[in-house]
Every structure is written in C-alpha cells, then in structure tokens.
C-alpha cells in the first residue's frame, strides 16, 4: 500500500497530496495504480478521514488521480495533461448552474465585450465606477426588475458584485447588533455568515413544503419585537421550497401587520418558465430585493441588483457597498447591461433552464419519487436519508463522484438541530456522463434495503 512521506510543516491534506505528486514524478507511483482507500490511508497515518478525503479531493483537481466509483482512486495515465492545475474545476460548495449543452455563454460574452471595448465611451468602462453603478446600468436594472412588476427605477436599484454584496450592505444599512430576523430552519450559509458577523438573532421558524410558515411569524411577533424577516421565494437554498403566490401574499400581509422588513434574496426567481410575482412586487414599500445573474446565467458575472423600498434607503447602502466592494466588475456590468436590454439575458437563461430541466429528468428516472425534493427547474436537490443513515458518510461518499453534496449542518441557525438532510447540487462544470454516473451512486447509497457500511473510498 503506498504510503506517503509527509512534511512536518504546513496542513496535512497538502502534505498528502504534494507526496504524491511528488511520488509520480519521480516514478515511484506508475499510471493506473491503484491508491488505498480514504480510510485505509487514514488509517496508516493516524490523521482523521476528513483529512485524507481533502487531500485526494486536492489531487483531483490537480490532475494527479481519478475517482472510479467503488473500485477506488487510480492514478491518471497522463496525469495533470488534460486540465491545468491553475484553471481546473474544484468543488467549493456553492450551488452552481450548470453548463448548458451548446452554451451560448462564451461566444455571445466575447462579442458583447467587444462592442463595449470598441465603443466610443469605453474608456468610461476603465475607470472607477460610482458606487452602486453608473446611472445608465440602474436604470438597466430597474427595467429588468419592472418587468416582474416591482417598483424600480434608477435611484432605488443599485448594481453591486454579487448577492452576497448586497445582502451584506442591506444588512448594514438597516439593522443593528441584537436585531431579531426570522428565518426558516435552513438558511443560506451566505446569510448566516453576514447576521452572526453583526451579531443579529436569528430566529428559526417552522417552514413546510412551501417554506416559511406565515403564523408562526405571525407568532414570533406577537411574544418579541422583530425587525425584519429573510426568505428565498423560489427554489430555497438549500431545501428547495417555493412559496405560491398565496403564501406570498400572507408573508406580506404580516410584515404589513407588525411593521416588518422583508429581505427578499431572489437568487432563482427569473429561473421558472412561470415566474411568481416576487415580494417586491407584493409589498414594495418595505422589500429588499436582491437578484443577481450569478444563479440563473453563470457565477463569473458576478452582478446583481439591489433594489431598495425607497431613494432614501438605496443611499444608505450605497455607502456599504463603497466600503466592501467599492464597485462591481465595470466591464460585466456594462455587458449585463447590454444583455439585459437587448433579451439575450433571457435566452442565457433559457439555455440553462433547459438544461436544469433535462438534468431533473435523470434525476426522477434513477432516483425515484420520494426520495429527495427539488424544483422542477432548479438544479440542486434536498435529500433526508432517513434513518441509519448519517449525512455526512454520504457527504464524504459522494464527494469521490464529483458532486458537490453539503451536509444540512451547513445550513441549519440552530446548532442542535436534529434533522438531518443534504443538499446535492447537480449543476456545476459536471457533465451528463458524469452526473448519471454519480447519481446511480446517490441511488445506491439511499437505498432503505442497504445494511451495509458505506465504502469510502
């Protein structure tokens, strides 16, 4: 069994992964030899699992090995040859739209980019940018977000880098350390960091198949005082839920009620053929609305739209976002700018629905009903193993299949919480193959017949 020779100094996944490819490169580990399982290794050295499954996660990306399902890790025949280290996929645990078949994306970005650079303006491009975006992209963005019925226009809608951007000079502006927000059980990480790094109480409130329960905020702002509360309306992050226009309307009606913020983080709204109308639209004179491009065309825009309830308030963020970010990438918003009038937007979005779509329908034909939740065009999926089942040996089983699986621990406000569950993205640089391949493991590891320990290989 090949056992590496491991520096003294620096994390120890690196060290077991810099021994092997320094062991490949000096020949004493051939092409297609065979490495010994995670816990075998593990094992050997004495460290925890954790440690071994990021060391081979690292070489992975590096090129060094692949993963073959059951049969183990091998090392690659030509190892780091086909992908540079520098640019080759890796996983971070974001939820990742996938890479339509045929995409668009890089052909219709090059000429965008080009018109912009060969503008008679460009150089307007090349400078720093006003903070919250010059007027003509928040005017861009306050007609895409009319176009859902929300009352925008340029002085309330700012273009920031990202929902994470925004949510973070939201939060800023308009709430203050022991501030009470509710949420449901399982939130966005995102989030989460942002209120416990302001020192926020976060409330968890009962949700169900359509998300946040309406009378249990109705409840939490009868007993405390609440200032605001979070939601994602369409396909949450991470449970997949999606509110109709019912439930919407009820949420409003309480924030009405007991004067309440709403912080509406819209990530997947534009994704449905059939889009909802969103909060904003419902109560805009207290929503904050964030939609960003990063969900629903590609995460390497990295534009989004803050939409504030007034003038006033869309300035009080403008000063967070100066102090974070200073401004978003000049040249992607000038080219969601022109996508976002021209309709080639929707037609990125459409290429990605679609692929969400045909991706679901592997899904349905190898998992089966009953044994996860997601939204129909959405590309992650929520699974509770149930019993004997524990989320994170899955975690670790499936991260060998390429996907990129996040324990619920992740996600949960409540430390305690018992309910255990995960969310599997299916998106991402996976392709078809690949996610067939892997989902047939998913299929064999949820299996309520198994009473076998899962291999991690």
Request: proline share 8%.
């Amino acid at each position: 069994m090949w056992l590496p020779d491991l520096d003294r100094s620096g994390p120890k996944y690196l060290s077991i992964s810099s021994a092997l490819a320094r062991d490949i490169e000096e020949g004493r580990l051939a092409a297609g030899h065979r490495l010994p399982s995670q816990r075998e290794l593990a094992d050997a050295l004495g460290v925890d699992l954790g440690t071994v499954t990021r060391a081979y996660r690292e070489a992975r990306r590096l090129g060094l090995i692949d993963a073959d399902g059951r049969r183990g890790s091998f090392v690659r025949s030509q190892p780091g040859a086909t992908i540079p280290a520098d640019i080759a996929p890796f996983d971070t645990g974001m939820n990742l739209p996938p890479i339509p078949v045929n995409s668009s994306l890089a052909r219709r970005y090059r000429a965008s980019l080009d018109r912009v650079l060969q503008s008679p303006l460009a150089a307007n491009r090349l400078q720093y940018q006003p903070s919250g975006g010059a007027p003509v992209d928040r005017a861009a963005g306050a007609a895409w977000l009319s176009r859902r019925g929300i009352e925008a226009s340029e002085d309330t809608v700012l273009a920031v880098s990202g929902a994470q951007t925004g949510l973070h000079a939201i939060a800023s502006a308009m709430l203050g350390e022991g501030d009470v927000v509710c949420t449901g059980p399982f939130v966005y990480p995102g989030w989460l960091a942002v209120a416990r790094r302001m020192k926020l109480e976060i409330v968890a409130l009962p949700s169900d198949g359509e998300g946040l329960d309406p009378a249990a905020l109705e409840r939490a702002c009868a007993s405390r005082p609440v200032q605001a509360v979070y939601v994602v309306p369409t396909n949450d992050n991470p449970t997949t839920a999606t509110m109709g226009e019912a439930r919407r309307r009820e949420i409003a009606a309480v924030a009405r009620r007991h004067d309440l913020r709403i912080i509406e983080d819209d990530a997947y709204g534009y994704l449905p053929s059939s889009p909802l109308p969103p909060l904003a639209a419902l109560a805009p004179e207290r929503t904050w609305h964030v939609a960003s491009l990063s969900k629903i065309i590609s995460p390497a825009l990295r534009v989004a739209y803050l939409r504030a309830p007034s003038l006033r308030e869309a300035w009080r963020v403008m000063a967070d976002v100066h102090e974070t970010t200073v401004m978003a990438p000049p040249l992607n918003v000038a080219v969601a700018t022109a996508w976002l009038g021209d309709g080639s937007w929707a037609e990125l979005v459409g290429e990605v629905r679609a692929e969400c779509v045909a991706r679901q329908a592997m899904v349905r034909d190898i998992l089966g009903d009953g044994t996860y939740r997601a939204d129909p065009e959405g590309y992650h999926l929520w699974v509770e193993p149930g019993p004997g089942r524990l989320s994170s040996e899955l975690t670790v089983a499936l991260a060998a299949a390429g996907l990129s699986v996040v324990s619920s621990d992740a996600f949960a406000v409540d430390p305690e919480e018992r309910r255990r569950a995960m969310r599997i993205s299916i998106g991402g640089a996976l392709g078809r193959d690949r996610l067939e391949r892997a989902l047939q493991l998913v299929a064999t590891l949820l299996d309520p017949a198994r009473d076998r320990p899962i291999p991690l290989v």
